[in-house]
């Protein structure tokens, strides 16, 4: 399939160890927020969402971080597999919209 | 329970021409996003819509125009194709209105579309 980003940040770590992914936003009216993960020639596939009034969530091996005073959300991954290797991208929601807008997307790459 | 789907995969057009690309919500879902991804960059949000009528637009011109059908499906139109269409098209949908997580928005695959 083609490359989903040819240009991106890339993030390289080693097979099992932690992942942190950033993304900086641009709203201070976004009250949604919500991660994804793009392989190549595929959609961007749901991996975890957060609100504005919370300040951490867990998921499965999937940690976000959201700092609203400075606009920066985050993803960790822990023990990270081949599998994650992909484009991870940020999406805000801005409050009483129905758009999303996405950042600019950082290539995971995971090395044995 | 099937996802979102999208067709065509991949579609071929020259300048000038119209296309027509379709998506198919998840079991559930009555509303329908459509997003314009291009080579390198983030989903780039086009129009939204609900009840079968566009609820909110995005940035792009009259060329870029869409239906909802009954059943919740949508349709992508472009006309007068330029060049810089050439992306992968997004569509994506919603749960329903006053579901828990309406507002969380599920991807299908995309249509590769190619403009020469």
């Known amino acids: 399939g083609e490359s989903v980003g040819l240009h991106l940040p890339t993030l390289s770590v080693q097979e099992g160890d932690n992942s942190i992914i950033n993304c900086a936003y641009s709203?201070?009216?976004?009250?949604?927020f919500i991660w994804y993960k793009q392989e190549s020639g595929k959609g961007p596939q749901f991996i975890i969402d957060i609100r504005s009034n919370m300040d951490k969530r867990q998921g499965q091996r999937v940690t976000v971080l959201l700092n609203k005073t400075v606009k920066h959300l985050s993803l960790q991954i822990a023990a990270t597999q081949p599998g994650d290797s992909a484009v991870y991208f940020c999406a805000e929601n801005i409050q009483n919209t129905d758009k999303l807008i996405f950042g600019t997307g950082t290539r995971l790459q995971v090395f044995p | 329970d099937a996802g979102v789907t999208q067709s065509p995969t991949h579609l071929i057009k020259t300048r000038g021409q119209q296309v027509t690309l379709r998506c198919s919500p998840k079991?559930?879902?009555?509303?329908v996003s459509w997003y314009q991804q291009a080579l390198g960059q983030g989903p780039q949000f086009i129009f939204q819509y609900y009840e079968e009528e566009e609820r909110q637009r995005g940035n792009f011109p009259d060329r870029f125009s869409g239906h909802q059908f009954p059943n919740y499906s949508s349709e992508l139109n472009v006309n007068a194709l330029l060049l810089g269409d050439s992306a992968l098209y997004l569509c994506a949908s919603s749960p329903r209105v006053g579901e828990v997580g309406t507002d969380t928005q599920y991807f299908g695959p995309g249509t590769r579309l190619t403009v020469l």
């Open positions: 709203n201070s009216a976004s009250d949604y």
């Open positions: 079991s559930g879902h009555d509303t």
